[in-house]
């Protein structure tokens, strides 16, 4: 037993320092965006806002933030749309062809981005839709549609399969029952899967850098800077786009795991 | 068991059918298939001419750079599969069999958050942790020891690599081990299976498919991954998608950065298939 | 009689290659509290879904109050269903459940809840009227699914097993309620069950299915006392069924030769001839037993098996020397009388009118 005792710590302690590793640069990020060292080391300089003051000032990085806020915004907007239809097709649904039906949803983020982002552009800049900032909308709906349908599928599997004809047979017509039964059913799961594909958008970079153009995310702009020199700038901006991403992917756990709270079933 | 009424396509059933089918057919299926067109085009002074010749692919495929390259990455990526696997083995059994459900549950919910963060401010900032100045040589400096050199190498790589992959890793093999019936587990040390065997005669086998799911995903990840070789690895050898990215942006070279991005989805396909294939394959005399 | 509300007029059901109701041809009566019974997979469910519009007839029409229902889609009609799960919606109160079906059919705000509340008084719920679906108990759930129906005012209900999910005394409880609720409102109940206790309680005719087919309609006595077929008397169970040759008729009575003796049995609908096979029944309340042999045909002598006691009522498995097994049931006041141990050898008895010989077809 003392045997197992010790092992227990050992692993514990090995849980810990993978989960130091994860979360070091995340925490690193944000220590050094106070830090006065153009080249962070230990021991650390002094604290400092100067990053922060620098990136405020620069109405480039404010221009990105903007184009990232639409970006995210309508690329949640439209890919949590197609993911809902998607997956309510799935679950109502059986028809010819559904592996594919399915596969053309689910296989983009199996593909590297690097590839997405190369077949992008060469094909918005055929049909003559490149450099725009719907380009990059449209490119990260493709891409983030995938993780919406997953969310509002498993929150369908949760649904009495009854609960549909249940509203047909109280008089509700299919389109009735949609607005008042499926869509108020699958609310946390479409909440969570807004903000899932807006924090996937928001932290985008390889594809937005390709189809952008002039219209810079934050994400493309950390790597222009980042490919020019060290400059710290891009930990204050860094700490920034974390800080948003992370509460986005918060709250879609908490809506995710919000209907674990009541009960499921009647 | 009573189906759902089997009533003809009517309008309804449309309107939740076709906007994937349109919105993906001219937003993903067709830039994949122009890509795959494009790389037959011909660049004359710098311009792009739709034809049909295979100039692109013999030259790409004669160059030893590209060859170079192709298998530089293809081991890269394997080396880094098999050290996620192996780093994140020990912690998914933790959590899985040591872990109260409810530290599980916030484990990968912790696990998940990275995930969805800025992986390119995540690798900034091990660039600067890992620098010949940087905390880690700093923190060795004080007892005496380094600097060493770690960024612009192959070690620097694989860092950045499991700041992509292992969260992810972690969490699909917890998950699968946590599926495990226990009192198989049980059985066999019952059965006088040792604390090891029973790791490796009970516990790989009934979770293979995850893990083999798990790896599949890590090595895609890493594949199409330019982040960690470019800043961390410095491209000395350049992967796949880094020569992706210089034909692109430097070359103008679209048809040819087309011909290495189907090699590079040919390989992923061929690798994925045949890791579902072991993953789902019966067992020899298993009915 | 009164009149038929709902004609199945040779409906049968197809799922692919997998034929769930062979042949369905009956007619449901206005104002009757009918159950539908059989084994899972023998079609009743479907048959109930069917009426509600969830399933179209492959072949064959429904009709209710004359007009064929066939192509009417399920929001159209009007046939509230209380379903096994309830399938109560979890996102909405107890009121606004019940309010569902109203607001579906476009009554005003002030009405709706008029009516919801009413319902919800009249199911003695009226105080959680404004709680979430979860935080009910199983029998509260049971009693809004009820009112959700119901305050449509519907002219036939539909219920698919809605007390499988209760305890036992909540079920008997909810009978009750079940009963009264049809009696008081007049209107029809269709009620789908795989409890015998359930539909011959409730009942005033049941309808015995099996493999997508009717075995039996009849008053629940009438399918007790003169099951029609084997698979009726087996369904029903508590039977002791004897199969055998017909060796000698008269006008009024039949004996027929089993390998566990001769007995005589009285001559019904189903037409006997010499020399024939034959199989009848005697209900296990309806036979006798006593220490030593009784005068009379129509006896066994058997060894006792085990008991089984529910409630006051206590059946008797026993086993003659051929190693036919019959059942008695009785009254266990009545049982202590006889000082009864297993492996204990007594006689059975009943009289030719308990009887009934099976139709074989």
């Not at chain 1, 028809?95 to 094909?123: C, E, N, Q, S, V």
């Not at chain 2, 298939?33 to 011909?42: C, E, H, K, P, R």
């Not at chain 3, 096994?84 to 569902?100: D, H, K, Y």
Request: hydrophobic fraction near 50%; charged fraction near 15%; proline fraction near 5%.
């Amino acid at each position: 037993m003392n045997a197992n005792r010790t092992l227990n710590v050992i692993l514990g302690i090995y849980v810990a320092l993978i989960f130091a590793f994860v979360f070091a640069p995340i925490i690193f990020s944000m220590i050094f965006s106070f830090n006065s060292q153009r080249f962070p080391t230990i021991p650390l300089g002094s604290f400092t806002t100067e990053w922060y003051a620098k990136i405020l000032a620069d109405p480039d990085i404010w221009e990105a933030a903007l184009n990232s806020l639409i970006v995210s915004c309508s690329t949640a907007v439209i890919a949590t749309f197609l993911g809902f239809c998607t997956a309510y097709s799935d679950y109502r649904y059986n028809f010819r062809f559904k592996g594919p039906y399915l596969a053309l949803i689910l296989l983009p983020p199996t593909i590297p981005l690097i590839i997405m982002a190369l077949a992008m552009l060469a094909w918005f800049s055929k049909i003559g839709m490149s450099g725009q900032i719907y380009s990059i909308i449209i490119a990260h709906s493709v891409l983030t549609a995938p993780f919406a349908m997953a969310v509002i599928r498993l929150r369908l599997n949760q649904m009495d399969p009854d609960l549909e004809s249940a509203a047909w047979n109280l008089g509700g017509s299919e389109w009735a029952t949609m607005r008042h039964v499926i869509i108020p059913f699958c609310k946390p799961a479409i909440f969570s899967g807004l903000f899932l594909t807006a924090a996937v958008s928001f932290d985008e970079f390889a594809v937005s850098w390709f189809v952008s153009g002039l219209n810079k995310t934050l994400p493309v702009i950390i790597l222009e800077i980042v490919q020019g020199n060290i400059d710290p700038q891009v930990n204050a901006i860094g700490t920034f786009v974390f800080l948003i991403s992370m509460t986005l992917v918060v709250l879609a756990q908490i809506f995710f795991a919000s209907r674990q709270m009541k009960s499921i079933r009647p | 068991m009573p189906t759902k009424p089997a009533r003809t396509i009517n309008l309804y059933a449309l309107t939740w059918r076709l906007p994937i089918i349109f919105w993906q057919f001219i937003f993903f299926v067709g830039p994949v298939l122009f890509m795959v067109a494009m790389s037959f085009f011909l660049v004359k002074n710098y311009r792009m001419t739709e034809a049909f010749e295979f100039v692109n692919w013999s030259k790409m495929l004669s160059r030893g750079y590209f060859w170079d390259s192709y298998w530089y990455t293809v081991f890269i990526a394997s080396v880094a599969t098999v050290c996620a696997m192996c780093i994140a083995f020990p912690a998914a059994f933790a959590l899985a069999f040591r872990a109260s459900e409810s530290t599980r549950r916030w484990a990968i919910f912790l696990l998940i958050i990275p995930f969805f963060t800025s992986y390119l401010v995540r690798t900034f900032s091990w660039f600067v942790i890992l620098s010949e100045s940087g905390v880690i040589n700093g923190l060795l400096g004080t007892i005496g020891l380094g600097p060493y050199t770690m960024l612009n190498t192959n070690f620097g790589t694989l860092v950045g690599y499991m700041t992509l992959t292992l969260p992810l890793v972690v969490i699909l093999q917890t998950v699968t081990m946590a599926n495990i019936d226990k009192t198989l587990i049980e059985a066999a040390r019952n059965l006088g299976c040792k604390p090891l065997a029973t790791i490796w005669q009970v516990i790989i086998p009934l979770s293979k498919t995850g893990l083999i799911i798990a790896a599949i995903f890590c090595f895609i990840l890493s594949f199409g991954d330019f982040v960690a070789p470019f800043y961390l690895g410095g491209s000395q050898e350049p992967t796949l998608p880094i020569l992706i990215l210089d034909t692109t942006k430097s070359g103008q070279q679209w048809p040819r950065a087309a011909v290495v991005a189907i090699m590079m989805m040919g390989t992923l396909f061929a690798i994925a298939f045949a890791g579902i294939a072991l993953a789902y394959r019966k067992r020899k005399g298993a009915k | 009689m009164s009149k038929p509300l709902v004609v199945f007029d040779k409906v049968q059901k197809h799922f692919g290659n997998f034929i769930a109701v062979k042949e369905l041809d009956f007619e449901i009566r206005e104002g009757e509290f009918l159950a539908i019974m059989g084994p899972s997979g023998c079609g009743k469910t479907t048959t109930l879904r069917m009426l509600a519009g969830l399933e179209a007839p492959s072949i064959g029409e429904i009709r209710l109050n004359g007009k064929v229902m066939n192509n009417v889609a399920p929001h159209e009609r009007d046939t509230p269903l209380v379903w096994q799960s309830l399938a109560l919606f979890p996102f909405l109160t107890a009121r606004e459940n019940v309010e569902f079906g109203l607001k579906m059919r476009g009554v005003d705000k002030a009405e709706r809840k008029e009516r919801a509340l009413k319902w919800l008084e009249k199911m003695g719920i009226l105080e959680f009227a404004d709680r979430d679906i979860s935080t009910l108990s199983g029998g509260q759930k049971q009693r809004v699914a009820l009112a959700r129906s119901l305050v449509m005012e519907p002219q036939i209900l539909l219920l698919d097993e809605p007390l499988s999910a209760l305890d036992a005394h909540l079920v008997i409880r909810m009978q009750a309620v079940l009963t009264d609720l049809q009696r008081e409102l007049g209107i029809t109940f269709v009620y789908v069950t795989h409890s015998q206790s359930e539909a011959f309680a409730m009942a005033d005719r049941v309808v015995i299915m099996g493999e997508g087919r009717i075995a039996q309609i009849g008053s629940p006595k009438d399918i007790y006392r003169e099951p029609a077929n084997q698979f009726v008397a087996e369904f029903v169970g508590r039977n002791n069924i004897l199969s055998g040759t017909v060796s000698s008729l008269t006008k009024s009575t039949a004996e027929i030769t089993t390998p566990s003796g001769t007995f005589s049995v009285p001559m019904n609908e189903v037409a006997l001839s010499e020399g024939q096979n034959a199989s009848f029944v005697i209900s296990a309340d309806l036979v006798h037993i006593s220490m030593d042999e009784p005068k009379g045909e129509n006896t066994a002598h058997c060894k006792l098996i085990s008991e089984e006691f529910v409630g006051s009522m206590v059946t008797l498995f026993l086993e003659d020397a051929q190693g036919h097994e019959f059942k008695v049931q009785m009254q266990e006041r009545e049982l202590s009388k006889f000082d009864l141990k297993g492996g204990d050898e007594i006689w059975l008895s009943w009289d030719t009118q308990s009887a009934h010989v099976l139709d074989e077809h």
